[in-house]
């Protein structure tokens, strides 16, 4: 942290030269359209609409921004790759086929694990190749598949995250089958044999180096809008098996207690991460996503009202600790139960993070269990409307930006329902992403020349563009708070090559366009006119 889509429109999707334009609206007569296109006044009017727009009546159920997201696990071919040793085509493919569904239903974000175990599903000189992509750890696929997953991401308007697990090193403990290029092989004072897998020491300054080293070059060589961790840090409990890091903590520990040395190994990796991104590309956001309970308030007059795991103390991640120290740009807490759940309930536990974050500037993005819909180990999942009203207690905490679904594939297969629910009822608009301060970025000129021709808006290409926005106003009245929420966006459109973008669109009223840089730093909006 620097500081303290709608009726998809087919003929859209093939209209915009490397990209997709998602839109909806009703069919209202062209005439309506010249008349209110035609208005007197349109060049001045909206000049000063976006930043006049805190002033404005906002209506919560269409926010403008939101980071609508999904993620996309790689590890044991869960989402994608769906088998390992697939021809290139067939990866492509299906990773496209995940991405059409996400933005049928309106998602602007992915968050893709590119590092499931010390290993790489980029082309990469410090780890090797994924076995996730051939079935074979270190065999090269054939291709980089990085360029491709970032590149159709963003042709659908969506950032692109890559995710990162920091300290698994690999899925068994048998370190001579790895590749003799492993660094778990090359440093074998590196790792720690817990139970059936094989973890980096994070105790060890080494490996604190080696894990940023490896973030680092993935953000100078790709194009990647943001790092992502998710909850792994020092392993979760399970058989109850000791973690045997006695000799690191004898080096390291300096005096102190074996759990305050185990978080603060934790939290200087993210302080690490953190600067090492924001150092290689100041625009590229780094959050993580925490076990959803930080401490509950038996153990902790500052946690939550609440009586599961705690991560502070059994996984050792202090999230509390990285939003006041605003070492992310958000948190991503996995809230994986229903609410009235006694245990951790949700509409517990949402509150208690927005609270954390209220006034850190910190973002809240919330991780939903949708792979949990439709199945019975909790009655309260078999209810279609379970997930959907997640989003609806959201709505009362501004802090709430947005949430994130795992897992892709059920995004596509939308169990009972719930996905198209989520769409109809929250993502009915497209949504800009949110802005997080101190990570640069600027407003690019506000869009020239609109016109409206024959059912087709065109307009000049703006300098530094990443995207633009379009509204519609149905009754052909605008001023200044016209574009303050969703209720009028029509589209985003990433920005094509070429002199001129252009959307095709239907529905009477006034169209406005406006001008977003890669964070949507948006412009001013400019009206439609006539030829």
Known sequence: ?????????????????LGAAYTFGPQDGAAEQRKAAA?????????????????????????KRQLRGIWIATVNNIDWPVRTGQTIARQKADYVKLLD????????????????????????????????????????PGWDPMPFLIDEAHKRGMEFHAWFNPYRAAYDTDVSALPASHPARVHPDWVVKHE???????????????????????VRRYDVDGVHFDDYFYPYPGRGTRF??????????????????????????????????????????????PFGIWRNKSNDPAGSATSGMSAYDSI???????????????????????RGFRVADYDVLMPWWAKQVEGTGVHLYIGQALYRVGTTD????????????????????????????????????????????????????????????GLGGAAPAQ????????????????????????????????????????????????????????????????????ALDRLHNESAATRAILP
């Open 39 to 63: 208005a007197p006044g349109a060049a001045s009017e909206l000049a000063t609409a976006t930043t006049a727009a805190a002033q404005c009546r906002t209506d919560a159920r269409y926010p």
């Open 196 to 218: 059936d897998r094989l973890y980096y020491n994070p105790g060890l300054p080494a490996v604190r180096d080696h894990v940023t080293t490896v973030i680092k070059d993935v």
């Open 1 to 17: 942290m620097r500081s303290g889509r709608p009726l998809l429109a087919a003929a859209a999707l093939s209209a915009v030269t």
């Open 101 to 140: 569904s996400a933005a049928e239903r309106r998602i602007n974000a992915v968050f893709l694990q590119v590092r499931p175990a010390s290993d790489a599903l980029y082309r990469s000189g410090l780890e090797p190749w994924s076995k996730f992509l051939t079935g074979t750890a270190g065999k090269d």
């Open 244 to 289: 045997k890091d006695g000799a690191a903590f004898a080096r390291y520990g300096n005096g102190a207690k074996l759990a305050d040395w185990r978080r603060a190994n934790v939290n200087k990796l993210v302080a690490q991460v953190d600067a090492a991104v924001h150092a290689t590309k100041k625009h590229v956001k780094f959050g993580i996503s």
């Open 447 to 514: 869009p020239a020349d609109v016109r409206l021709r024959a059912a087709r808006l065109s307009w000049k290409s703006s300098p530094g563009a990443r995207a633009y926005a379009v509204y519609r106003v149905a009754s052909g009245g605008v001023d200044a708070c016209s574009v303050a929420d969703a209720r009028n966006l029509v589209a985003v459109v990433p920005a094509a090559s070429g002199a001129r973008q252009s959307l095709p669109v239907t529905g009477g009223g006034t169209y406005l366009v406006s």
């Open 316 to 338: 050792y991640a202090d999230a509390r600790h990285w939003i006041r120290k605003g070492t992310v740009d958000y948190v991503m807490p996995q809230l994986y139960w229903p």
């Open 378 to 437: 909790t009655p309260a999942w078999t209810k279609p409307g379970e997930l959907p009203a997640h989003l609806t207690r959201n709505r009362k905490h501004p802090e709430v930006r947005g949430d994130v679904y795992f897992s892709a594939t059920q995004v596509r297969t939308n169990p009972l329902g719930a996905m198209d629910r989520i769409a109809k009822a929250h993502y009915s608009r497209p949504a800009l992403m949110p802005l997080i301060k």
